[in-house]
């Protein structure tokens, strides 16, 4: 939680003034974390350990941290098929999710859902969602339930540019909206849903708009700047649990690598993503804890290093567990077998 | 003649239409500058223009309600749901209105339409990118229902269901998309629909399938023959309207049945094929008819997929089992 506004003068960023330094400098490890675990990830891939398909959300590490830095473990999110970066900003282990990505007994969902469906309630991650726009109305439903058991907490469900075209993105909206409950809809706008522009997809120029429809603020802020995604959602989460309602905040970033896979990145240039890449979130959040006396150069080395180190401890962590039980084919689908 | 993958041939039959029909319109997520997850219009949208292959947005409702829309004008959509498991808010469109439109309005209005999609396990992708729900959509009067199993037929069904006048649903395997090349005359020559193929003669007992299951079928076949059971392989390729005559005659001189489907086993489309069977040909029956298919769980990851998917040795287990009975 966000320590209480410092005084008027104070013309430091946001975060700075809303955060101590414990909470600063875990959030700049956790997007270490986060950079580390997708490189990581997209190695294991390569080696053939890790089947189907995966999104990375490099470049996107601001929007994930700077959302849930705010929130407790009693908050909720919502995630995407881009979500590994979620996870780990609400809490996740990286050992757990490796070794689900590697379909092994030890991950998150026991190696069923892999690397789009890893979900860890007890840190209030609700789970991640191969379905675009999937988590919209379950985050919507999960604010419902704080509201009426009165739990103070807000739900925070991201969602990708694209999914603010299907038809749930809109219900879900309508309905947190005329039952004021405590929901952030929180896009992260990369410019593309897969080979599609939002120019090409979307009939707004910024997603925020969308929020006038359903009489929510929306907000449009730099995803890549930790401070103003942070600024934003705080400001949503209050807005939430003080019972006036949901909001739209959208993040604009941009996603390094490409949509999955098998892209061939043959709708955006070189020079575009170059562009973005030069704007990278993690030095320039850095920089600025530097620039703040909150960290030292060395100690910003460190945590890097110490990023490596969870991340390396992780693989070994996956590579080691059991496979899944052939016993357990037919567990869980419900809760007691069928006969 | 071209040697070809059924994704080619999906990509040459879509090509054909297009060319043919000035009617023809292909729109769906990714399909033009992209050329679609799987490449199946891959250089349509540069060859035919933005105008008649659309990108549509993330809208799985609309992509099926906007076919239908144009359809009932004189259109013939081909509208693509970039894997199955994303094609139920479409499902709403395609049941409560694609498959009605004509009865509704007495025939006042056609819905010549076709939605394409994905769909099947063994690419190791999870959950929606694996299923095999073919028998939601069999089971709807009104929508037709094609899964091909080869290249051939992949592109002689898909230019039928094009130029049908009612609505197809064309479910493509994707663990076929590339498994293998065929010979296949690109002339534009539909397959009728509704008709079964016979893919191998036999006398001791009938393998019905289909989809990409239909592989293992002709594997388990080949297999048994080294034992002395002649099997007959029937590839239904329609679910909707299926060709029960051809599994009826079939049974009738084999005595055995037995049915192969990737999907799982309750309420499966091989539960019809039983039931018909056992309605209209139980006198023939030597042996109990037996159903080989996944158990009835979400198709698990990777490490556990070879035991969602029925393997060519289970086919072989259950033709054992049926020819014992005397
Ligand atoms: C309902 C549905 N339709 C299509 C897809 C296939 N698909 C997966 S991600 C994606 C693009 C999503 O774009 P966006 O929401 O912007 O998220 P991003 O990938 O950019 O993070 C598509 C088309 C899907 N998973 N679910
Ligand atoms: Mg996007």
Redo the contacts with the bound molecule.
């Keep these: 939680m966000p320590e209480p506004a410092a005084a008027a003068e104070d013309n430091r960023p946001y975060i700075i003034r809303a955060y101590g330094p414990d909470a600063l400098r875990g959030a700049l490890l956790r997007m270490f974390l986060i950079r580390n675990f997708e490189e990581a990830a997209e190695a294991s891939y390569m080696r053939g350990l890790v089947h189907g398909t995966m ?1 990375l ?1 490099i470049g996107q590490e601001a929007v994930a941290v700077g959302a849930c830095l705010g929130l407790t473990e009693s908050d909720k999110i919502t995630s ?3 979500g590994h970066g979620h996870c780990i900003a609400k809490g996740a282990d990286v050992g757990r999710m490796f070794a689900e990505f590697f379909g092994k007994e030890t991950g998150y969902c026991r190696g069923r859902g892999g690397s789009m469906h890893i979900a860890d309630p007890a840190k209030g991650n609700l789970g991640a969602n ?5 988590g919209l109305p379950i985050a919507v439903g999960s604010a419902l339930s704080a509201k009426r058991l009165g739990t103070g907490a807000v739900t925070v469900c991201f ?6 075209n ?1 038809g749930a993105f809109h219900e879900a909206l309508n309905m947190a909206a005329i039952w004021k409950l405590p929901v952030v809809f929180l896009c ?3 410019r ?3 080979s599609t522009s939002t120019e090409r997809s979307t009939a707004v120029p910024r997603v925020a708009l969308r929020a006038a429809a359903y009489a929510m603020p929306g907000v449009t802020v730099d995803g890549n700047d930790i401070s103003a995604v942070a600024e934003a959602v705080d400001a949503a989460t209050a807005r939430g649990r003080a019972g006036e309602g949901p909001s739209l905040v959208e993040c604009l970033t941009y ?1 390094w690598r490409g ?2 896979k098998s892209d061939r990145n043959r709708y955006r240039s070189r020079e575009e993503i170059e562009a973005w890449m030069a704007r990278d979130p993690i030095p320039r959040f850095a920089a600025l804890l530097v620039a703040h006396g909150i960290m030292s150069e060395d100690e910003v080395r460190a945590a890097e290093a110490e990023a490596e180190r969870v991340i390396e401890a992780g693989l070994e962590f996956a590579r080691a567990g059991p496979d899944p039980s052939v016993a357990d084919l037919t567990r869980d689908v419900y809760t007691t077998e069928a006969p | 003649m071209a040697e070809i993958t059924l994704v080619e041939a999906v990509r040459a039959a879509l090509a054909h239409a297009l060319e043919e029909d000035p009617a023809v319109v292909i729109l769906g ?2 399909v033009g500058t992209d050329g679609g ?1 799987f490449r199946a219009t891959e250089g349509l949208w540069q060859r035919f223009g933005s105008a008649r292959v659309r990108d549509t947005p ?1 809208s ?1 409702a609309a992509i099926a309600g906007v076919a239908v829309g144009l359809a009932a004008q004189g259109f013939r959509p081909v509208a693509e ?3 199955q ?2 094609i139920h ?1 479409a499902l709403d469109q395609l049941a409560n209105h694609a498959a009605r439109l004509r009865n509704r309005t007495r025939g006042r209005l056609g819905c010549p339409m076709v939605l394409r999609a994905p769909f099947g396990a063994g690419v190791h992708a999870p959950e ?1 990118h694996s299923e095999s729900i073919e028998a939601i959509f069999a089971h709807i009067p009104g929508l037709k229902l094609v899964i091909p199993s080869s290249p051939a037929r992949a592109y002689g069904l898909l230019l039928a269901a094009i130029r049908d006048p009612d609505p197809v649903v064309f479910f493509e395997p994707t663990r076929i998309y590339r498994a293998g090349r065929e010979e296949v005359a690109l002339d534009g020559a539909s397959l009728p629909l509704g008709r079964a193929f016979t893919l191998r003669a036999g006398g001791d007992l009938t393998l019905v399938s289909w989809g990409a299951a239909v592989r293992e079928a002709l594997a388990a076949a080949e297999a048994l023959s080294g034992e002395g059971i002649e099997v007959e392989v029937i590839d239904l390729a329609t679910l909707r309207p299926w060709d029960a005559e051809a599994v009826l005659g079939s049974v009738r001189r084999t005595g055995r049945c037995v049915i192969l489907h990737e999907a799982p086993r309750t309420g499966g489309f091989g539960a019809e094929v039983a039931a018909r069977i056992a309605e209209e040909a139980l006198d023939s029956l030597l042996a109990p008819i037996r159903r080989v298919t996944a158990p009835d769980i979400v198709p698990p990851l990777l490490r556990l997929e070879h035991l969602y998917l029925p393997q060519v040795d289970d086919v072989i287990a259950a033709a054992r089992e049926v020819m014992q009975w005397r």
Excluded at chain 1, 130 to 134: D, P
């Design positions: 999104h959300s995407t098929h881009r191969g379905i675009v726009g999937g969602f990708g540019d694209g999914a603010n299907e992260e706008n990369n593309y849903g897969m996603r949509h999955s | 997520e990714d997850v993330l799985e749901i970039q894997f498991g994303f808010p929606h």
